[in-house]
């Protein structure tokens, strides 16, 4: 699992000793992550690998079968002589994890049980741009029902809810600072959507899209464990996870990973945020289309787009047929994505740099121009050893990191469920 770093509001104790429910907290996860870990195995093993009394060790699998969240499975034998000991498992499945990301143009969905199994995954082709943020917030709604109650009758109620957002995200306070692609300011989308949920009372979380899709790849990608890696997102705009020694970097404010508008051409097209010459307005999907299909825009002046799979795999067919101006504007796509990777790639250092989205789907005509390019600009040149990657987790990277950034929570908080709703931040705990 990825390493978080608690944030300064999250140090509240000062150093000094935990107090009873913080410890007997702590102790609940620490088992929990014990039998994630290991699987099923007896309370006295539990005591004897985690140093926990097996007075505690008791107590606490008791609240734990209480709550669901484990589940005994039968008896092993210490030795050929001696009492059998009842063995336990991590259960949860009953708790579920509900992932969300509002794209420009869809929402995906990822809602899992605390085991990982998947119980509902689907995306919805939306025009979020289109119709502004509070008919998004109400589909967002409508939308997140329907999945929710497609959980329960799967058996599992969502123990959290996190949505991931295309722009600069305030996590601790579920509020889209900017969304430039979509044209949302100061959103508070926690608030609402909680609104929109009405008596449901799940807790809503809100994350920025690119960090949770590094999430995704960090534990289930193509590079999954990779302690410096970064992950692009390859929509209408692009954004970057980064993750450093193993921990996903947030900075100051939450607001680190936006390189889709580091600045690359000063005499370039003017990006969604303002500015002129953004690296997206070069890599984003919309930037592709423009230049390969000049009498159809994506994503851009309002124009409806169609579901971003689907026209990835149109532009795939088109190179497979032979097309040449689709050849060339895929080539100086990437080589565009090879000079601000190896922009990335002097800051960073990473191992890999995994591409999702449309890169991903063309990444045989994509990577090796990006490659070529990174390799002659990095400045450390075959020193680095860094490369490009196509992401195997498709445009459902964000969601599953969602749904993951959920998971995690309830394992350092059992008691966030079958108790009190969650009081505090899921997110933003980061470097």
Not at 83 to 103: K, Q, T
Not at 282 to 297: E, I, P, Y
Not at 298 to 323: H, K, N
Request: hydrophobic share 45%.
């Amino acid at each position: 699992m990825i390493q978080r770093q608690p944030s300064v509001r999250s140090a509240g104790n000062g150093g000094q000793p935990l107090g009873h429910a913080s410890l007997r907290r702590a102790n609940l996860a620490l088992v929990l992550r014990h039998l994630r870990d290991e699987g099923p195995c007896s309370r006295a093993d539990i005591a004897d690998s985690t140093g926990l009394h097996r007075a505690t060790v008791s107590s606490l699998m008791a609240e734990l079968l209480e709550r669901g969240l484990v589940r005994e499975v039968g008896t092993e034998r210490a030795g050929a002589i001696g009492r059998p000991r009842r063995a336990v498992a991590l259960d949860g499945s009953h708790v579920g994890a509900l992932g969300m990301e509002i794209n420009v143009d869809y929402i995906a969905v990822h809602g899992t049980d605390l085991s990982g199994r998947v119980l509902v995954e689907r995306r919805i082709g939306f025009d979020a741009m289109g119709h502004g943020p509070d008919r998004s917030l109400v589909e967002l709604g409508r939308v997140t029902r329907r999945v929710i109650g497609d959980m329960k009758r799967a058996g599992a109620s969502p123990g959290g809810i996190v949505v991931g957002v295309p722009g600069l995200v305030d996590s601790v306070r579920g509020i889209v600072a900017v969304a430039p692609n979509l044209g949302w300011h100061g959103l508070p989308l926690a608030e609402r959507l909680r609104a929109e949920l009405g008596a449901l009372q799940v807790p809503v979380f809100v994350d920025n899209d690119a960090n949770l899709a590094a999430l995704a790849e960090y534990a289930f990608g193509v590079a999954a464990g990779t302690p410096d890696m970064i992950s692009l997102t390859g929509e209408v705009g692009v954004g970057g996870g980064i993750i450093v020694g193993g921990r996903l970097l947030g900075g100051a404010d939450g607001f680190a990973g936006e390189v889709g508008h580091l600045p690359v051409d000063p005499a370039g097209e003017r990006c969604g945020c303002g500015r002129i010459g953004c690296w997206e307005t070069k890599v984003g999907f919309s930037a592709l289309v423009r230049v390969a299909v000049r009498d159809q825009t994506y994503g851009l002046d309002g124009a409806p787009a169609p579901d971003p799979d689907e026209r990835a795999t149109e532009i795939a067919r088109d190179l497979a047929a032979g097309d040449r101006r689709m050849a060339d504007a895929v080539a100086e796509v990437g080589r565009w994505l090879g000079l601000g990777g190896s922009i990335l790639a002097n800051l960073f250092n990473p191992r890999v740099i995994v591409v999702g989205g449309y890169f991903a789907r063309l990444a045989e005509q994509l990577i090796p121009p990006a490659q070529a390019e990174l390799e002659q600009l990095v400045v450390a040149g075959p020193a680095a050893r860094c490369r490009f990657l196509a992401s195997d987790l498709g445009f459902g990277a964000a969601s599953r990191g969602a749904a993951s950034m959920v998971i995690d929570h309830i394992m350092e908080d059992p008691t966030a469920i079958g108790s009190a709703p969650i009081a505090h931040n899921i997110a933003g705990q980061r470097i």
